[in-house]
């Protein structure tokens, strides 16, 4: 059963979701407002980083089987992918997902299936999106099927676990959920469970909301071992050679687009309840500072204009996405304090945040800050960079690098979580 399908939002989701249906025979449009993305895509290029997707969309465009528009067209099922970011005052923000269901009712027609991918607060798919589409006059849950169905995939292995990992389709009726099933199943190894709206919605936003609770958990650990004088490292290993325990690892904050925003949705619809969930979000959202606390402790007896070097950027390793990413918030409360702050990485192409040379991003450095665990970073030249700097000291927040190695080059080597 090859469909003819148009997936509105074409980003991180959008796109992997659009190389995935059209590698298996199906016909994918995709649709985005960003001129520029949909022109680059039927070229048979792309302008996100995310491993193996640029083979994978340039095989699936020349194909045939994929193809870009900015406006949706006639199709069997609707897919839509778009962001759900979360306003200033923590609340979500489904702007993008209302402009693209009203995008696809001129097109939508008896038969189809529309589903729904993106984060989004408990209710959205059948208090929002049921009312936009049946301004098609249409009857929705048996002219047009309807669902939502999150995407679980980790930036970085996207493509690997689109395929493989398990799937929840909540649908607005059975037989919405057992042919959006039907659907995903044509791209998915893993099972495919079928609920109803409500739980799918949550689901998604609670499988997101428990990894930030059990990393505020750690780094309010790392705090409390400083405080002690422990090494907050050793307690977690020993810690997890318990059978029915997963500390997990502190950090510098918790970015992305995905756990640093979605328990802030649920806060928003259960504030008096959702307690845990929203302390552990402003934990987490403490740690620049308490990195920066680190920083003032270790250079407090520097009295000239103190200059910082960060190693990388984005919100997590390997990746190119800076979408609130701690150490963005690091650095902005470094300046406002009146330090001068470099940050090394290659990784970001284009972008003028970033110094790509190493000794020169370390020269006159008092501190030298491992940001994210970029592969790069594994090696990097410390005697070369101990010529340049004016400092010694070098300040991992993610216990990456090897102690040993930086020390023997000279630096004093400082760890989050330990004092
Ligand atoms: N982090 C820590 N300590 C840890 C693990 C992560 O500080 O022990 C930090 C990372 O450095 C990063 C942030 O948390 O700043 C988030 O990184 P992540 O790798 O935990 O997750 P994301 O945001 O890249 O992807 C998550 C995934 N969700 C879960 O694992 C439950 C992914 O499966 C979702 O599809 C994705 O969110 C999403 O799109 O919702």
């Known amino acids: 059963m090859k469909k003819n399908i148009c997936i509105v939002g074409i980003g991180y989701i959008g796109l992997p979701t659009a190389a995935m249906f059209s590698s298996y025979g199906h016909k994918v449009i995709g649709v985005d407002i960003n001129e520029n993305v949909v022109n680059v895509l039927n070229k048979g290029k792309i302008t996100i980083t995310e491993p193996g997707l640029e083979e994978f969309v340039k095989k699936v465009v020349s194909s045939g089987n994929l193809s870009a528009s900015i406006v949706p067209k006639e199709s069997d099922v609707f897919i839509i992918c778009v962001p759900t970011p979360i306003n200033k005052d923590k609340t979500a923000n489904i702007e993008l997902v209302i402009s693209a269901t009203k995008s696809i009712v001129p097109v939508l027609k008896k038969g189809n ?11 959205t798919t059948e208090e929002v999106i049921k009312p936009i589409l049946e301004n098609s006059g249409l009857n929705i849950g048996k002219d047009v099927l309807l669902g939502y169905s999150p995407e679980r995939v980790i930036p970085g292995n996207i493509i690997y676990e689109l395929k493989h990992n398990d799937r929840v389709v909540g649908g607005i009726n059975e037989k919405s959920a057992n042919e959006i ?3 995903y199943k044509t791209i998915v190894d893993g099972n495919i469970y079928t609920t109803n709206c409500k739980t799918a919605e949550l689901c998604k936003l609670m499988e997101n909301t428990y990894r930030d609770v059990n990393i505020a958990l750690a780094n309010e650990l790392a705090m409390i071992c400083e405080d002690l004088g422990i090494n907050v490292w050793d307690v977690i290993k020993y810690c997890n050679k318990h059978p029915r325990v997963n500390i997990h690892n502190p950090g510098p904050g ?3 687009h ?6 802030w949705f649920i806060v928003e619809k259960e504030p008096k309840l959702a307690k845990i969930i929203g302390l552990s979000r402003e934990t987490n959202d403490f740690m620049p500072n308490f990195i920066f606390s680190k920083i003032e402790k270790l250079l407090k007896d520097i009295k000239y204009d103190k200059k910082i070097t960060i190693l990388g950027a984005t919100y997590k390793a390997n990746i190119d996405d800076m979408r609130e990413s701690p150490i963005i918030k690091l650095v902005n409360i470094l300046e406002d304090n ?17 110094n790509e040379d190493l000794l020169d991003s370390c020269k006159d450095s008092d501190l030298i800050i491992l940001g994210v665990d970029h592969d790069e970073f594994k090696d990097l030249p410390w005697d070369e960079i101990k010529k340049v700097v004016r400092g010694n000291i070098v300040l991992d927040t993610r216990n990456f690098f090897n102690e040993n190695k930086i020390k023997s080059s000279g630096f004093i080597y400082k760890l989050l979580g330990k004092m």
């Open 113 to 123: 299936i529309v589903v729904l991918e993106s984060t989004s607060p408990v209710g």
């Open 181 to 183: 099933k039907e659907l």
């Open 254 to 256: 918790v970015g992305g």
């Open 258 to 263: 995905c756990l640093a925003v979605d328990p």
């Open 338 to 354: 009146g330090y001068k702050v470099e940050i090394y990485y290659t990784f970001i192409k284009d972008n003028n945040l970033v």
